[in-house]
């Protein structure tokens, strides 16, 4: 009688299945990232409104709107975790995972600021901006939306020649910044603005200033995902050529360096 023994079979690997599903989930947090982005650039016209017509109703819509914002800010931080932690990627992959933590900590707090600058329009309804205020802070809002705007399409096409143009194009909105400032203090002087209007619109123009400023951040973190380069490391370097100086300095301060710790050279 003879006995026949179960066939043994090996298991596939798995790991290019491991492989395809990180890669997908890896996708996803990038599509989710932009997803945040079109989030907070829709605030920007929406809270600009809520300023130039003092809707109070739309102001206290986009406050409220913030808490989804928030939610997917965490919710794509607590994804990047997890990648990291199961998949222990390396290199380029690592890069985009603290890209993406650091960007979107970015793009949420530009939101932020939006729901600031609906705050500071309620502590000052009623109160009638001149002309050229509501002109300078209009085109304030369309410049700060424009950059964080071109800072997401940097980051979703992993662009880096418009990530390090976004510091040149930053000076426009320096320039506005410039702008509202003095029409502020102009309206104040002639009395069109009480001086609590005149210290919230410098609050609020303040806060259209540093959404380019992240805009600008954003695109630099771009360039590190894509070359691994951050302009910190231009001053890391130079905090090294210093400290290799000062040292320099030191042994020459105190006559040099010790001789007779040198290796001994061939006789004469």
Same mark, same amino acid.
């Given at each position: 009688?003879?006995?026949?023994?179960?066939?043994?079979?090996?298991?596939?690997?798995?790991?290019?299945?491991?492989?395809?599903?990180?890669?997908?989930?890896?996708?996803?947090?990038?599509?989710?990232?932009?997803?945040?982005?079109?989030?907070?650039?829709?605030?920007?016209?929406?809270?600009?409104?809520?300023?130039?017509?003092?809707?109070?109703?739309?102001?206290?819509?986009?406050? $409220?709107?913030? =808490? !989804?914002?928030? #939610?997917?800010? *965490? @919710?794509?931080?607590?994804?990047?975790?997890?990648?990291? +932690?199961?998949?222990?990627?390396?290199?380029?992959?690592?890069?985009?995972?603290?890209?993406?933590?650091?960007?979107?900590?970015?793009?949420?707090?530009?939101?932020?600021?939006?729901?600031?600058?609906?705050?500071?329009?309620?502590?000052?309804?009623?109160?009638?901006?001149?002309?050229?205020?509501?002109?300078?802070?209009?085109?304030?809002?369309?410049?700060?939306?424009?950059?964080?705007?071109?800072?997401?399409?940097?980051?979703?096409?992993?662009?880096?020649?418009?990530?390090?143009?976004?510091?040149?194009?930053? $000076?426009?909105? =320096? !320039?506005?910044? #410039?702008?509202? *400032? @003095?029409?502020?203090?102009?309206?104040?002087?002639?009395? +069109?603005?009480?001086?609590?209007?005149?210290?919230?619109?410098?609050?609020?123009?303040?806060?259209?200033?540093?959404?380019?400023?992240?805009?600008?951040?954003?695109?630099?973190?771009?360039?590190?995902?894509?070359?691994?380069?951050?302009?910190?490391?231009?001053?890391?370097?130079?905090?090294?050529?210093?400290?290799?100086?000062?040292?320099?300095?030191?042994?020459?301060?105190?006559?040099?360096?010790?001789?007779?710790?040198?290796?001994?050279?061939?006789?004469?």
């Amino acid at each position: 009688m003879s006995s026949t023994e179960p066939e043994h079979t090996t298991p596939e690997p798995v790991e290019g299945e491991h492989r395809v599903a990180y890669h997908r989930d890896l996708d996803q947090v990038t599509a989710a990232v932009i997803r945040l982005g079109a989030l907070a650039c829709e605030t920007v016209p929406r809270g600009t409104e809520v300023l130039l017509g003092g809707n109070l109703a739309d102001a206290q819509a986009l406050i $409220d709107g913030d =808490d !989804e914002i928030d #939610r997917l800010t *965490v @919710e794509i931080e607590q994804q990047c975790f997890n990648l990291i +932690a199961l998949q222990a990627p390396m290199a380029g992959e690592l890069r985009r995972l603290m890209t993406i933590m650091k960007v979107v900590a970015e793009i949420e707090r530009s939101a932020d600021l939006m729901v600031n600058v609906c705050k500071a329009a309620r502590r000052m309804y009623g109160s009638d901006l001149t002309p050229l205020i509501r002109g300078v802070l209009a085109a304030m809002a369309r410049e700060a939306n424009k950059m964080l705007r071109l800072s997401i399409d940097a980051f979703a096409d992993e662009n880096t020649s418009l990530a390090m143009a976004l510091g040149d194009i930053d $000076d426009e909105l =320096d !320039e506005l910044n #410039r702008d509202i *400032v @003095e029409a502020i203090f102009e309206a104040h002087h002639d009395g +069109a603005i009480e001086l609590r209007a005149a210290v919230q619109l410098a609050l609020i123009a303040r806060y259209y200033e540093r959404i380019g400023d992240h805009a600008v951040n954003i695109g630099e973190r771009v360039n590190y995902m894509v070359t691994g380069w951050m302009p910190e490391h231009n001053g890391m370097l130079r905090a090294d050529h210093r400290h290799e100086f000062t040292a320099e300095q030191d042994d020459v301060a105190n006559g040099g360096p010790d001789e007779s710790a040198a290796p001994d050279g061939p006789d004469d």
